[in-house]
Nanobody, 130 residues
Framework: QVHAVESGGVLVQAGDSLRLSCAASERTFSPYHMGWFRQAPGEDRKFVAAISWNGGSTMYADSVKGRFAISRDNAKNTVYLEMSSLKPEDTAEYHC???????????????????????WGQGTQVTVAS
């Protein structure tokens, strides 16, 4: 069974930076688009960022554009989310997810939809204090 494990979530102050990691076990990420989503209490899971399987394309939600950066290291089977200028409204549980199709040609807007991902990590909590 595929496992994706997120780490790096902590309590930070507004304006701080943070890096989240997502590592896989028992499966390589390299043929798959990867996404980061977040979910605040009482809200639906929302798209944050995605990176294509070859790393050549990235996409961001408007709310994080210019502040967050997604990257991947296929040799380490790890995906990262670099977050800067954090705001209290960034507080949420962050989940990484593996796209449903290997070497997918589909991109926008598919990678923005949670239903396009097959495997999810358990999440890591990011709390931004004002």
């Amino acid at each position: 069974q595929v496992h994706a494990v997120e780490s790096g979530g902590v309590l930070v102050q507004a304006g701080d930076s943070l890096r989240l990691s997502c590592a896989a076990s028992e499966r390589t990420f390299s043929p798959y688009h990867m996404g980061w989503f977040r979910q605040a209490p009482g809200e639906d899971r929302k798209f944050v960022a995605a990176i294509s399987w070859n790393g050549g394309s990235t996409m961001y939600a408007d709310s994080v554009k210019g502040r967050f950066a997604i990257s991947r290291d296929n040799a380490k089977n790890t995906v990262y989310l670099e977050m800067s200028s954090l705001k209290p409204e960034d507080t949420a549980e962050y989940h990484c997810a593996i796209y449903r199709e290997a070497y997918a040609s589909s991109w926008y807007p598919n990678v923005m939809y949670p239903t396009e991902y097959d495997y999810w990590g358990q999440g890591t909590q990011v709390t931004v204090a004002s």
